[in-house]
């Protein structure tokens, strides 16, 4: 579903930029092409300024870091947002494949969930990392995109359900970035952890993201601080092992220490992007560690 619409919504800005530039400017189509190209970089370079411009207002405390450090950061984290939603997620058929979900392993089955205006493509990178490192690896997409987390958990709860049947296996670890932590949460309220045997998290807003007043749909609203999601979530026990891993620079989950939740281990990642995790060898190692300890 979100592949399509973001195909969709790219080639209709382009097309929006060059029609511009062609009667405002009146220049010529390839110079009409550039300037359109030179609209989609700049429209998504003000988007990350001002994730990170938020990012410092609302902070937390964070360790310090060098401003070269910073500004290799902030880089990366604007040349991956392009990848990712100029790339991989609206061509994601090119990089996911169906999951791969072979029975009798032996090992629980690690189940990745994505976070807020993403798709099971964002994983493209972190599944092959989890599969060479021995890892039975599958993906889920949340629909509808955009919904309050209560309406994604179904989405989730019918994938637990189909990954346990194709191996075998009773139960799955569940990986989360950002929102997906909060749609996993909602699935052990409703369903219990019968098939669930411990929950990860990168970057989960637990308590909330003050960047949820400038998203749309119910989610956005959902993961405000203080929302009634949140506090009706806030007592539910969690019932099995739960880690998450707290980025202090993150820029997208604000205050960051909101992260952290009180029945969960708290572990911090390196210093980061909020999606640059997800491409990360660093972090990618440290979820290979966690899960084989998780198996051990």
């Not at 579903?1 to 382009?14: D, K, N, T």
């Not at 902030?74 to 058929?93: A, D, S």
């Amino acid at each position: 579903m979100l592949p399509p619409l973001l195909l969709l919504w790219i080639s209709g800005e382009a097309g929006l930029y060059f029609f511009l530039a062609r009667s405002v400017f009146h220049v010529t189509d390839s110079t009409a092409a550039l300037l359109a190209l030179a609209g989609i970089l700049l429209a998504r370079a003000n988007i990350n300024a001002l994730t990170w411009l938020a990012s410092r207002l609302f902070g937390s405390p964070a360790p310090a870091l060098g401003a070269a450090r910073w500004l290799l950061m902030l880089i990366k984290e604007y040349l991956l947002f392009l990848l990712t939603f100029l790339v991989v997620l609206p061509l994601e058929r090119l990089w996911m494949p169906a999951d791969r979900l072979p029975a009798g392993t032996g090992k629980t089955p690690v189940l990745l969930i994505h976070g807020y205006g993403c798709s099971r493509g964002v994983w493209w990178l972190m599944r092959r990392r989890l599969e060479r490192a021995g890892h039975v690896v599958a993906s889920v997409s949340l629909f509808p995109p955009a919904a309050a987390i209560g309406r994604l958990v179904p989405s989730l709860g019918q994938r637990i359900a189909e990954v346990c049947a194709a191996t075998g296996r009773p139960q799955v670890i569940l990986v989360a970035h950002s929102m997906g932590g909060l749609v996993a949460r909602s699935h052990l309220a409703r369903h219990g952890h019968a098939q669930v045997a411990r929950l990860i998290t990168l970057s989960t807003p637990h308590q909330g993201s003050e960047l949820g007043r400038f998203g749309y749909g119910g989610a956005a609203r959902d993961m405000l601080p203080g929302s009634l999601w949140l506090r009706d979530m806030a007592d539910q026990p969690m019932g099995i092992p739960a880690i998450s891993l707290r980025n202090p620079f993150d820029n997208y989950v604000m205050p960051q220490d909101n992260q952290r939740h009180p029945c969960m281990q708290d572990l911090e990642l390196p210093p980061v992007g909020h999606l640059t995790e997800l491409y990360d060898a660093r972090v990618a190692q440290l979820l290979i560690t966690l899960l084989n300890d998780a198996h051990d």
